[in-house]
């Protein structure tokens, strides 16, 4: 076994674009031996779409330290779509995609897979992305999990996705910021917090539902926590909510949601709040927590549970302090006394 | 003329790549665009510049500006006003929410002092600053300890703060949709070309490495240029490195000549060819996969099965490595541990050379 790193971009980097680097079994031995990460950098827009599936004992598809988005869109690496891109993940093995934006940039042909399709046979993580601006007609999906393996963990946690909208089209098109898609999670471990998504819409006087977060099939295990979701909408005749969540099977894992209709399940969940009193700004989008903002401090400590879950989307550590952690993908840490318009306060404590 | 990056060696695992797919492609708007990206956003101290207000990147917000669709203006202390740069209109707003004029339905606001202050957040002064300096201005006393850690976490993790412009209370930024596009990318190297030696012309290449293309380019910095960015409070150290993209430099005997050599090593494992130029379209159907239609189901919700990564290949140990001429064999190709670009050598037809496989 063997630890394979990675760099792909257009300035002195191992490979130009993911689809080369994918197809290269990730420089690995295409065995499933390695464990394979590649890092991107932001030398260049990317404007691509690939499905990872090679073999590999574990896959890291992440941006480079010091390459990473800010919590804004532009600010990192990203995908900057001419025509829609979905990046599938779709092996045998543990995945990871962590870190990169994906800008549709109101590209309208999406396909079925979602801007991120999960459909492994492995464990998946799906975190820190930046996902934002479909258009057109047909089914659209920020994140779509339409497969596991009986036993897999898959974790969709710290996203911003906004702006998932279908603007065209009659029809039962579905939309939906993060959706389930699975005939049963049984004997699965779903973990879906502190994500954020905003403005998910279904246009064109259609039939099909609008949903911000999408899980209607029991499982064994079910984890819906520090959410946030707000201004689901549109003019369709099907369910327009923010979240649409079957938690029959398990309750106890569904906490701390907030929504701007009455959606949110679980205890210490708020409903109601307007998204105006919760994000800096939609227009630039910027939807770091505001001052005073009913999210902020209101969601519940995840620990270090699934890994990664403790850095927010600035990458602070929501562990680092002695905090309550917030509610969705930015934890609000400039939000905090003496260090109001500085995130970073608490890495600048250190000595 | 366009770029082909051919796979060499079949992938381990089954069903997936195939010796002499054509697994990515890059026409001139793609290329040309890659290198627009770089020239146009570059790097100082290994970052991207932007979010230091009072410092003029014209270059960088004529980008901008030809790509995006709105711009916004702080007016006030909470309020900003955005144009839309691509059909004209402008609505001034902030912390209260309105209907936007744009998407009917859609609820925009906002607060300008929090957007701003978390966009020029932390200690803007030390932007564009690398390790080593901020080392060193802490050990002489020049910035404070929170200083310090600051920047060098910010350093750490983030690509670079979204570029600002004007002034403190004054800012200018660029956002939403942007236009990719062939006609918008000639006009972005049309500004290039008027604010830099560069040439458009010079770069319908992807950028591969000194290992792989050895190329050097040479950017004659202007002395008016250097004057003119002076003025502007660029230095001139910064200067050259705005120019070359902040790629390795040298500086010649009148300190007015850059060489700058073209970073990558995006070559190996791969063949990359030249061929004659194809369109958008055409490139994602050079580059889809062989597929069959086969009964609707949760398996194959679109009702396709993919068969093969790849529906179009090369035979490039017959019909490219033939023609070439001494500078590489076959060997030279499969062997991973050498670096082989004989982008330079040929353009290739791709009606000669093009092979499509069959269910």
Same mark, same amino acid.
Request: net charge negative.
């Given at each position: 076994?063997?630890?394979?790193?990675?760099?792909?971009?257009?300035?002195?980097?191992?490979?130009?674009?993911?689809?080369?680097?994918?197809?290269?079994?990730?420089?690995?031995?295409?065995?499933?031996?390695?464990?394979?990460?590649?890092?991107?950098?932001?030398?260049?827009?990317?404007?691509?779409?690939?499905?990872?599936?090679?073999?590999?004992?574990?896959?890291?598809?992440?941006?480079?330290?010091?390459?990473?988005?800010?919590?804004?869109?532009?600010?990192?690496?990203?995908?900057?779509?001419?025509?829609?891109?979905?990046?599938?993940?779709?092996?045998?093995? $543990?995945?990871?995609?962590?870190?990169?934006?994906? $800008?549709?940039?109101?590209?309208?042909?999406?396909?079925?897979?979602?801007?991120?399709?999960?459909?492994?046979?492995? $464990?998946?993580?799906?975190?820190?992305?930046?996902?934002?601006?479909?258009?057109?007609?047909?089914?659209?999906?920020?994140?779509?999990?339409?497969?596991?393996?009986?036993?897999?963990?898959?974790?969709?946690?710290?996203?911003?996705?906004?702006?998932?909208?279908?603007?065209?089209?009659?029809?039962?098109?579905?939309?939906?910021?993060?959706?389930?898609?699975?005939?049963?999670?049984?004997?699965?471990?779903?973990?879906?917090?502190?994500?954020?998504?905003?403005?998910?819409?279904?246009?064109?006087?259609?039939?099909?539902?609008?949903?911000?977060?999408?899980?209607?099939?029991?499982?064994?295990?079910?984890?819906?926590?520090?959410?946030?979701?707000?201004?689901?909408?549109?003019?369709?005749?099907?369910?327009?909510?923010?979240?649409?969540?079957?938690?029959?099977?398990?309750?106890?894992?569904?906490?701390?949601?907030?929504?701007?209709?009455?959606?949110?399940?679980?205890?210490?969940?708020?409903?109601?709040?307007?998204?105006?009193?919760?994000?800096?700004?939609?227009?630039?989008?910027?939807?770091?927590?505001?001052?005073?903002? $009913?999210?902020?401090?209101?969601?519940?400590?995840?620990?270090?549970?699934?890994?990664?879950?403790?850095?927010?989307?600035?990458?602070?550590?929501?562990?680092?302090?002695?905090?309550?952690?917030?509610?969705?993908?930015?934890?609000?840490?400039?939000?905090?006394?003496?260090?109001?318009?500085?995130?970073?306060?608490?890495?600048?404590?250190?000595? | 003329?366009?770029?082909?990056?051919?796979?060499?060696?079949?992938?381990?695992?089954?069903?997936?790549?195939?010796?002499?797919?054509?697994?990515?492609?890059?026409?001139?708007?793609?290329?040309?665009?890659?290198?627009?990206?770089?020239?146009?956003?570059?790097?100082?101290?290994?970052?991207?510049?932007?979010?230091?207000?009072?410092?003029?990147?014209?270059?960088?917000?004529?980008?901008?500006?030809?790509?995006?669709?709105?711009?916004?203006?702080?007016?006030?202390?909470?309020?900003?006003?955005?144009?839309?740069?691509?059909?004209?209109?402008?609505?001034?707003?902030?912390?209260?929410?309105?209907?936007?004029?744009?998407?009917?339905?859609?609820?925009?606001?906002?607060?300008?002092?929090?957007?701003?202050?978390?966009?020029?957040?932390?200690?803007?002064?030390?932007?564009?600053?690398?390790?080593?300096?901020?080392?060193?201005?802490?050990?002489?006393?020049?910035?404070?300890?929170?200083?310090?850690?600051?920047?060098?976490?910010?350093?750490?993790?983030?690509?670079?703060?979204?570029?600002?412009?004007?002034?403190?209370?004054?800012?200018?930024?660029?956002?939403?949709?942007?236009?990719?596009?062939?006609?918008?990318?000639?006009?972005?190297?049309?500004?290039?070309?008027?604010?830099?030696?560069?040439?458009?012309?010079?770069?319908?290449?992807?950028?591969?490495?000194?290992?792989?293309?050895?190329?050097?380019?040479?950017?004659?910095?202007?002395?008016?240029?250097?004057?003119?960015?002076?003025?502007?409070?660029?230095?001139?150290?910064?200067?050259?490195?705005?120019?070359?993209?902040?790629?390795?430099?040298?500086?010649?005997?009148?300190?007015?000549?850059?060489?700058?050599?073209?970073?990558?090593?995006?070559?190996?494992?791969?063949?990359?060819?030249?061929?004659?130029?194809?369109?958008?379209?055409?490139?994602?159907?050079?580059?889809?996969?062989?597929?069959?239609?086969?009964?609707?189901?949760?398996?194959?919700?679109?009702?396709?099965?993919?068969?093969?990564?790849?529906?179009?290949?090369?035979?490039?140990?017959?019909?490219?490595?033939?023609?070439?001429?001494?500078?590489?064999?076959?060997?030279?190709?499969?062997?991973?541990?050498?670096?082989?670009?004989?982008?330079?050598?040929?353009?290739?037809?791709?009606?000669?050379?093009?092979?499509?496989?069959?269910?």
């Amino acid at each position: 076994m063997a630890v394979v790193n990675t760099t792909i971009g257009t300035d002195a980097r191992d490979y130009a674009t993911h689809t080369l680097w994918e197809s290269d079994d990730g420089g690995g031995d295409g065995l499933g031996n390695d464990d394979c990460t590649g890092s991107a950098y932001n030398d260049s827009a990317f404007d691509e779409a690939w499905t990872i599936d090679f073999d590999a004992n574990s896959i890291v598809q992440t941006v480079a330290g010091g390459e990473r988005h800010d919590g804004t869109a532009g600010s990192g690496a990203r995908i900057l779509a001419t025509t829609s891109r979905t990046i599938l993940i779709s092996g045998a093995n $543990d995945i990871t995609v962590t870190w990169l934006e994906i $800008d549709e940039n109101s590209t309208t042909n999406m396909n079925s897979d979602g801007a991120v399709g999960l459909n492994n046979e492995g $464990d998946v993580t799906a975190s820190h992305l930046i996902i934002h601006d479909t258009s057109g007609s047909g089914t659209k999906d920020g994140i779509l999990l339409d497969g596991m393996a009986s036993g897999d963990t898959v974790a969709i946690i710290n996203n911003l996705i906004y702006d998932i909208a279908k603007s065209t089209g009659t029809g039962s098109a579905w939309v939906g910021g993060i959706s389930e898609d699975i005939a049963s999670l049984t004997d699965k471990t779903v973990y879906i917090n502190n994500n954020t998504i905003h403005n998910t819409t279904n246009s064109g006087v259609g039939t099909g539902p609008c949903e911000g977060v999408h899980v209607t099939t029991g499982a064994s295990e079910l984890n819906i926590k520090n959410n946030i979701v707000t201004d689901t909408n549109g003019d369709t005749s099907g369910a327009i909510d923010d979240f649409d969540i079957a938690i029959a099977d398990d309750v106890t894992n569904v906490s701390n949601n907030l929504s701007s209709d009455t959606t949110a399940p679980g205890a210490n969940s708020l409903t109601a709040k307007s998204s105006a009193n919760q994000f800096v700004s939609t227009s630039p989008v910027n939807l770091h927590l505001k001052s005073g903002a $009913d999210t902020f401090e209101a969601g519940t400590d995840l620990g270090t549970t699934p890994t990664g879950v403790n850095l927010d989307i600035d990458g602070f550590d929501r562990n680092a302090g002695a905090t309550t952690w917030s509610m969705g993908a930015h934890d609000g840490d400039n939000l905090r006394g003496a260090a109001a318009n500085n995130p970073w306060y608490h890495y600048a404590q250190q000595a | 003329m366009a770029e082909w990056a051919i796979k060499i060696g079949d992938s381990k695992t089954p069903g997936r790549y195939q010796d002499g797919d054509v697994v990515d492609v890059f026409n001139r708007r793609r290329t040309r665009l890659c290198h627009a990206d770089m020239i146009c956003h570059p790097r100082v101290n290994g970052k991207k510049v932007g979010g230091q207000l009072g410092t003029a990147y014209p270059l960088l917000e004529k980008y901008l500006q030809r790509q995006h669709r709105y711009k916004w203006e702080r007016v006030s202390r909470t309020e900003v006003k955005r144009t839309n740069l691509w059909v004209g209109g402008e609505i001034v707003y902030g912390a209260t929410p309105i209907e936007d004029p744009d998407r009917p339905g859609h609820i925009i606001h906002c607060d300008a002092e929090e957007h701003f202050s978390f966009r020029n957040r932390g200690f803007p002064h030390l932007m564009g600053w690398d390790r080593a300096e901020i080392h060193s201005q802490f050990v002489a006393g020049d910035i404070t300890r929170v200083e310090r850690n600051y920047w060098l976490a910010y350093f750490d993790h983030n690509a670079g703060a979204l570029p600002i412009f004007g002034a403190d209370g004054a800012e200018v930024e660029y956002g939403d949709r942007m236009k990719r596009d062939a006609a918008t990318t000639e006009l972005i190297w049309d500004d290039i070309e008027t604010d830099t030696p560069l040439r458009r012309v010079d770069h319908d290449m992807m950028p591969l490495g000194e290992e792989a293309a050895p190329a050097l380019l040479a950017l004659a910095l202007l002395p008016e240029q250097a004057k003119r960015l002076r003025a502007q409070g660029v230095s001139e150290p910064f200067a050259l490195e705005y120019f070359s993209g902040d790629r390795e430099y040298r500086t010649g005997a009148e300190g007015d000549v850059v060489t700058a050599i073209l970073g990558g090593r995006v070559a190996r494992h791969f063949l990359w060819i030249t061929v004659d130029e194809f369109d958008d379209a055409e490139a994602e159907e050079l580059k889809a996969p062989l597929t069959e239609e086969v009964a609707v189901s949760d398996e194959f919700p679109d009702g396709i099965r993919i068969i093969q990564k790849r529906k179009h290949h090369v035979d490039w140990q017959g019909k490219v490595a033939a023609s070439l001429s001494n500078s590489a064999n076959v060997a030279d190709v499969e062997d991973r541990t050498k670096q082989v670009d004989i982008r330079a050598e040929e353009t290739f037809d791709r009606s000669s050379i093009q092979q499509t496989k069959s269910v």
